[in-house]
Structure formats: structure tokens, C-alpha cells
């Protein structure tokens, strides 16, 4: 509990550089891109390569049942509550966000970031190899996702404060994943394939659209490299 405690309070602190990258505009933004395109080759690899696969061996019953609960949760909450979120910088043009919508996008991001924690803590319990896998692809869109959420805020009309106070409560979510399955630990067996769902869902509709949106093939190479570096890891390390 300890070590996935640390490592939660890292991948949650992740998310607040985010959030200050995005007010210090001063910042090189698309250096993000590259995190985003590393981070979803190795979530994707993650989940589709451990986390399914673990999920199901656990609960050969269920397992499958709640990675697909996981992906519908999240695909539900952003084309309800948060339907203008995407990564990177909010940049509408002349469209004004409604003041409620940072809010709502928060709300919707908060949920990401639980089952992050809950993805941390899940990987320890069942072995430490699959949760320093499963830390690593997570952190690797922290920033970027901090680094949205504070945008979102500035682009509905909020304080820069307000901007950074939004990541803060993205990592206060992360952590509040890793605390639930720490201090319950039998609960992993819903919370991995429920995470792998998220992760999923994270991976390829969130963040795979964002290297997409980039012309060249440089983006999709540092895809491949994000899922080529766990493949790596994965046998060095098996779990």
C-alpha cells in the first residue's frame, strides 16, 4: 500500500505541473503531444496486454463484463457531462464555454483520475511488476490531463487559480483511487477490469485522436515506441 501510495501521490502530482504548465504561458505546450503519444501506445499495451488479461484470469465470469462496464461509464460521462472535453489545450475560437462547463468537465475528469488511483493500487496488489507497468502509462498522460483540465477552466471564464485548483482536485482523485483499494484490497477484483475498461477507453478515444490531429508519421513512431517500451518492459520484467 505504501509504494502504490507513493507512486499515486507522483502520477497526482503529475497532474498539477499540468495545470501549471498550462498558466505558465510561457511553457513549450507541444512537447505535451509527445506525452500523449508515448502515454497511449503504453496504456494501450497495458491494458490490452495485462490488465484485460489479468482481469479475466481473476474473474472469468465478470472480468469481461466490467472492462466493457469501465469503457461505457467514461464514453457516458463525456457525451453527458463533459461533452466539450478532448486533450490539450481548449481552443474554441470564438465559441465561449458556459461557465458551468469547466465544472462539469472536472466532474468527468475527477472520474478518470479515481480510476487511475484504482488502477495504481490494483496492479500492486496483485503483483508489484504489472503495478509499476500500470504507474508508468498513467503518468505518461497525467500532464497532458492536467494540463486540460486547467484549460478547460480558463476557457470557461475562471481565475488561473481556479485553473491549478481544478488539477489539484484531479490528483486529489487519483489519490482517493489508490486509498480504496488499498485499504480494500479484495475490491481489486472489480476495480482492475473496471480500470482496464477506462484505460482502454482513455487510450483510444481520448488521447489516439490527439496524436491523429498531428500531420506526419513522427507521432504515430512515438505511438509504436510507447507500445514497443512496454513489450521491452514486459519481457525483462515478467509479471
Given at each position: ?22 498558466v ?32 479475466i ?13 469501465g ?6 460521462l463525456e ?10 489545450e481548449?481552443t474554441?475560437?470564438h465559441?465561449?464555454?458556459h ?14 483520475s ?7 493500487a490494483?496492479g500492486?496488489?496483485?503483483?508489484k511488476?504489472?503495478?509499476w ?28 487559480r481556479a485553473a ?45 485522436p490527439?496524436?491523429?490531429?498531428e ?18 518492459v ?6
Amino acid at each position: 500500500m505504501l509504494l502504490s501510495l507513493i507512486l499515486g501521490t507522483l502520477a497526482a502530482v503529475a497532474d498539477i505541473f499540468g495545470g501549471v504548465i498550462l498558466v505558465r504561458r510561457n511553457w513549450p505546450h507541444h512537447y505535451l503531444r509527445y506525452f500523449i503519444a508515448l502515454g497511449a501506445g503504453f496504456m494501450m499495451a497495458v491494458a490490452m496486454l495485462d490488465m484485460v488479461p489479468e482481469s479475466i484470469r481473476f474473474s472469468p465470469l465478470w472480468g469481461a463484463a466490467l472492462v466493457l462496464a469501465g469503457y461505457c461509464i467514461i464514453h457516458l460521462l463525456e457525451h453527458t457531462i463533459t461533452p466539450h472535453f478532448h486533450f490539450g489545450e481548449e481552443t474554441h475560437g470564438h465559441e465561449l464555454l458556459h461557465a458551468h462547463t469547466g465544472w462539469s468537465i472536472l466532474c468527468g475528469l475527477a472520474a478518470h483520475s479515481f480510476f487511475d488511483g484504482v488502477a495504481i493500487a490494483s496492479g500492486f496488489v496483485l503483483s508489484k511488476t504489472l503495478g509499476w507497468l500500470i504507474f508508468v502509462a498513467i503518468f505518461l498522460h497525467k500532464v497532458p490531463e492536467g494540463f486540460t483540465m486547467a484549460s478547460v477552466m480558463v476557457a470557461s471564464g475562471r481565475s488561473r487559480r481556479a485553473a491549478v485548483s481544478s488539477a489539484v482536485g484531479l490528483a486529489a482523485a487519483t489519490i482517493a483511487g489508490v486509498l480504496i483499494i488499498g485499504l480494500l484490497p479484495h475490491w481489486v477484483l472489480a476495480g482492475l477490469p473496471l480500470s482496464a475498461g477506462v484505460a482502454i477507453y482513455v487510450a483510444a478515444t481520448d488521447l489516439v485522436p490527439e496524436v491523429n490531429r498531428e500531420p506526419g508519421i513522427r507521432m504515430a513512431l512515438v505511438f509504436f515506441l510507447g507500445v514497443g517500451i512496454f513489450v521491452l518492459v514486459r519481457l525483462l520484467a515478467p509479471v
